[in-house]
C-alpha cells in the first residue's frame, strides 16, 4: 500500500485532520512578537511538547496560515496502512 498525501488550504478539512489525530493548534514557543503569531505548528501527543510549543486558538492558528499564504501538506496513512501524523506548512501554489 502507498502512502497517501494531501495539500489543502480548506479550514475544516486541516481541523479535522488535526484533531482526529489528538492534535492542537500551536506556535513555536518564543516566536511570536507585539501580539503577532509565531510560527505555526500542530502539537500533537508525543510530539516536540510543552517545551517547544504552545497551543493556540484555531482562530488564531488559521488567521496567521491565511496571511502568511500557507496550505497543509499532511499524510491519512504511512505506506504500511498505519495512521499517520506527518504534515508540513508549505507556501500555496
Known amino acids: 500500500m502507498a502512502s497517501e498525501s494531501k495539500t489543502t488550504t480548506d479550514h475544516a478539512e486541516i481541523r479535522r485532520w488535526v484533531e482526529d489525530h489528538d492534535g492542537r493548534p500551536a506556535q513555536v514557543r518564543g516566536t511570536a512578537s507585539k501580539g503577532e503569531v509565531g510560527v505555526l505548528r500542530i502539537d500533537f501527543p508525543g510530539g516536540a511538547g510543552e ?17 502568511s499564504g500557507l496550505a497543509l501538506l499532511y499524510q491519512e496513512r504511512k505506506a504500511d496502512g498505519s495512521e499517520s501524523t506527518f504534515n508540513k506548512l508549505v507556501e500555496r501554489t
Open 51 to 67: 517545551e517547544d510549543l504552545e497551543q493556540i486558538s484555531w482562530d488564531d492558528w488559521f488567521a496567521k496560515f491565511d496571511s
